[in-house]
């Protein structure tokens, strides 16, 4: 046995203590709140899965990143790496038991052997929600309206910018462009970091300058949603299913925002979601106060998922999209509207430790009531009252309840007044609620 | 690229349909408002840590259990097996950031490879909340009290066996026999399998006759937790730290729980979890209904609890305890006692495609007052209404909104009674509340 083991994180690893993780949690059940009041509803699949399924479709850049072993009966297996692997292979075994359209959010972690060195993390909690078997418009919009809801839920504005990838193509095809789509998705996806000029300059090597211009002019329309969409379809050859699909969200988000001040849905040519298996709407979600971090939301339609693990020839076309709950997490502190935490604040001193069933009953009372209570449970004696009030402010309580010899009144200590105040049970419970 | 891979999940692993998640869901979170509302805090710790740390304590039969494997940079790591390793390394890690006494839990996944055969899994859910660097009798009756508030919290009545290792060992002194204590503990915490007359036996063989029938005198002491006290206070040579600790806790009950109807906490001291680590008091909880599945949840005091990883001197005494969540979620299921979720059980009709974003608007109305409300993606048409009552009734809901022209009124289906009834919205949320 070891007499002394060093006790460190692996890295790229966290431990959360309380303060971040009661926010975390918090988030977290904010966006399930969201989820479920749009009739989203949870699943679970392992952490650990046979490697085959969780690498089918990913390239050489997973195979690296995964982590991959072999288990003690010599099966090759492998943690997630991401939540929507997992659900293409869970669709395709649960499709019988599935009522559909499904719509599912599932939040759990997965793991990456990333380079930490960008700020990434090897440990990291997804939340995705996704609405598969419906090719409707009206689900693309959903899933737009329910990031709408997190956000909002969350207190933060957002502008969600949205894009069809077949509108995209199609104009590619219109201008002869289509072979060379790879290549030019992929440095369009750099215009937010690399700026319009170093854009064109790529886009000129791969397409010439007049083709350059036409997708400049493409990516960067501007004027409002109905201005650019406008644009936008008469550079791909005049209306077609694709910008149809586009003037119905627009006006569904007329029907379902009116009320609302301000147009949280933007139409934005530029964003493609690079090289991503999307192949309908797509959208990014950036912080209006923060649009510099990237977007905190990212999604799209898709088609197939469950494809490559169903021998069944009807495909099933989804939307869906990606909660970055790290990255938002930490936008949201520096605005300093991390959510509420029903956080503890008020606890029973224990100033004779024969008494503490008593305290307890005292506690009981209050919890009832949905406030929480914690109880102290080392005894200070009469005299030594300040000891209770140091340990409370370290826990960051604002409140120490000083049980009285009989049950009909109470001391209240407020610690930030620093004032201790008699009062019966019930005003007690009225105050610190 | 693989053109089929057979979806399948990894024996002991388990998918979680929505029905199932739900429910489990739901049971997470009432435990986690029951320790929220003694002001415990949440933390979390990685799934993954170095090998040598997790291993630390272990024999070899955890060793062969754990899922280890070399990760990308050829470190030693391993999944955890439980939330008590990986605390231990979280306190001596950040013991300069914790105020104590330090009341936590701690909700996630663990891994073992063990034989499912006996019915379990190898990814599973622990539930353990603690105190530590406490070693007051205040804080014992805490996590005891905390563990019934848990099962009250969940309408089942439970009886949480106590008892103190302590008074155990001391009894085993004044018969002399402390030296075949571990044989003696083993034989003992075999009782509820094999019945006294099969203890007496091994008894017998490892003591002799006369020690044999003292120790079962001792264990099957009988009578209401006083009366039960005093025997065993007796047989272990009269008053002491341990009996006047149990002496307290059952003072702490009565003045904690005298406005309840009996007695929750029984004195049984046949309970000795094994050979455990445990040093003080230690605790089951059987549920009253279903006795036979065993503890439901257990736990004691230990000492010592982040020696191994800390080079400090003084020792961090604690107390706590795990649910065992997968057998009370079980049981549960069976006693028909399932916790209620907030499930999303009302729709809003899809008739016409083209008014999504209305029927999105209507809904947003009724998930304003805090109730989860879906809006059906798929049109249906005028004369297909029976379309979206079907698919309601698959997803187990009780009403579907049928939108009207204008706003003033809607229709609401209830699928049980099969009527239509037109009402407000006001109305409408009144009933569906």
């Given at each position: 046995m070891?007499?002394?083991?060093?006790?460190?994180v692996?890295?790229?690893?966290?431990?959360?203590?309380p303060?971040?993780?009661?926010?975390?949690?918090?988030?977290?059940?904010?966006?399930e709140?969201?989820?479920?009041?749009?009739?989203?509803?949870?699943?679970?699949?392992?952490?650990?899965?046979?490697?085959?399924?969780?690498?089918g479709?990913?390239?050489?850049?997973?195979?690296?990143?995964?982590?991959?072993?072999?288990?003690n009966?010599?099966?090759?297996?492998?943690?997630?790496?991401?939540?929507?692997?997992?659900?293409?292979?869970?669709?395709?075994l649960?499709?019988a038991?599935?009522?559909?359209?499904f719509?599912?959010?599932?939040?759990?972690?997965?793991?990456?052997?990333?380079?930490?060195?960008?700020?990434?993390?090897?440990?990291?909690?997804?939340c995705?929600?996704?609405i598969?078997?419906?090719?409707?418009?009206?689900s693309d919009?959903?899933?737009?309206?329910?990031i709408?809801?997190?956000f909002?839920?969350?207190?933060?504005?957002?502008?969600?910018?949205?894009?069809?990838?077949?509108l995209?193509n199609?104009?590619?095809?219109?201008?002869?462009?289509s072979?060379?789509?790879?290549?030019?998705?992929r440095?369009?996806?750099?215009?937010?970091?690399?700026g319009?000029?170093k854009?064109?300059?790529?886009?000129?090597?791969?397409?010439?300058?007049?083709?350059?211009?036409?997708?400049?002019?493409?990516?960067?329309?501007?004027?409002?949603?109905?201005?650019i969409?406008?644009?936008?379809?008469?550079?791909?050859?005049?209306?077609?299913?694709?910008?149809?699909?586009?003037?119905?969200?627009?006006?569904?988000?007329?029907?379902?925002?009116?009320?609302?001040?301000?147009?949280?849905?933007?139409?934005n040519p530029?964003?493609?979601?690079?090289?991503?298996?999307?192949?309908?709407?797509?959208?990014?979600?950036?912080?209006k106060?923060?649009p510099?971090?990237?977007?905190?939301?990212?999604?799209?339609?898709?088609?197939?998922?469950?494809g490559?693990?169903?021998?069944?020839?009807?495909?099933?076309?989804?939307?869906?999209?990606?909660?970055?709950?790290d990255?938002?997490?930490?936008?949201?502190?520096?605005?300093?509207?991390l959510?509420?935490?029903?956080?503890?604040?008020?606890?029973?001193?224990?100033?004779?430790g024969?008494?503490?069933?008593?305290?307890?009953?005292?506690?009981?009372?209050?919890?009832?009531?949905?406030?929480?209570?914690e109880?102290?449970?080392?005894p200070?004696?009469?005299k030594?009252?300040v000891?209770?009030?140091?340990?409370?402010?370290?826990?960051?309580?604002?409140?120490?309840i000083?049980?009285?010899?009989?049950?009909?009144?109470?001391?209240l200590?407020?610690?930030?007044?620093?004032?201790?105040?008699?009062?019966?049970?019930?005003?007690?419970?009225?105050?610190?609620?």
């Open positions: 070891a007499a002394y083991i060093e006790p460190k692996l890295k790229g690893f966290r431990d959360f203590l303060d971040a993780e009661i926010v975390r949690r918090s988030l977290i059940e904010n966006i709140n969201s989820c479920r009041s749009f009739g989203f509803l949870p699943i679970d699949t392992p952490a650990i899965e046979y490697a085959e399924i969780l690498l479709k990913s390239g050489g850049e997973t195979e690296k990143q995964i982590f991959r072993f072999k288990d009966g010599e099966r090759d297996v492998a943690l997630r790496f991401d939540l929507t692997v997992p659900f293409a292979r869970f669709v395709a649960h499709r038991d599935l009522v559909f359209p719509k599912r959010y599932h939040i759990g972690k997965a793991w990456r052997g990333e380079n930490t060195q960008r700020g990434r993390y090897r440990e990291f909690i997804q995705d929600f996704d598969i078997g419906s090719d409707t418009p009206s919009f959903e899933i737009i309206l329910l709408r809801a997190v909002k839920n969350l207190g933060v504005d957002v502008n969600i910018n949205v894009n069809h990838r077949g995209f199609r104009f590619l095809a219109n201008i002869g462009q072979e060379k789509s790879v290549e030019i998705l440095a369009v996806d750099k215009l937010s970091k690399v319009e000029d854009t064109r300059e790529s886009l000129t090597e791969l397409t010439g300058d007049a083709n350059a211009n036409k997708i400049i002019k493409f990516i960067g329309a501007k004027g409002d949603f109905k201005e969409l406008e644009q936008i379809t008469e550079l791909s050859g005049g209306a077609c299913a694709e910008s149809q699909r586009l003037t119905l969200l627009r006006e569904y988000m007329r029907d379902a925002c009116e009320d609302e001040d301000g147009e949280p849905f933007i139409l530029s964003i493609t979601r690079g090289l991503d298996y999307y192949t309908g709407v797509v959208f990014e979600t950036f912080l106060e923060m510099d971090i990237g977007s905190v939301c990212s999604g799209g339609r898709y088609d197939n998922l469950a490559l693990y169903s021998k069944e020839k009807d495909s099933i076309s989804g939307v869906g999209t990606s909660v970055g709950l990255r938002l997490l930490a936008a949201l502190e520096s605005l300093n509207k959510p509420a935490a029903n956080k503890c604040k008020t606890a029973v001193a224990c100033i004779d024969e008494k503490s069933g008593k305290y307890q009953a005292l506690a009981q009372k209050i919890r009832k009531e949905g406030v929480p209570c109880v102290f449970t080392d200070c004696g009469e030594n009252m000891k209770q009030f140091v340990l409370a402010e370290k826990k960051g309580f604002q409140y120490v000083i049980p009285s010899e009989d049950d009909s009144t109470v001391t200590r407020d610690l930030s007044a620093r004032q201790n105040i008699e009062m019966t049970l019930e005003n007690l419970i009225k105050k610190i609620k």
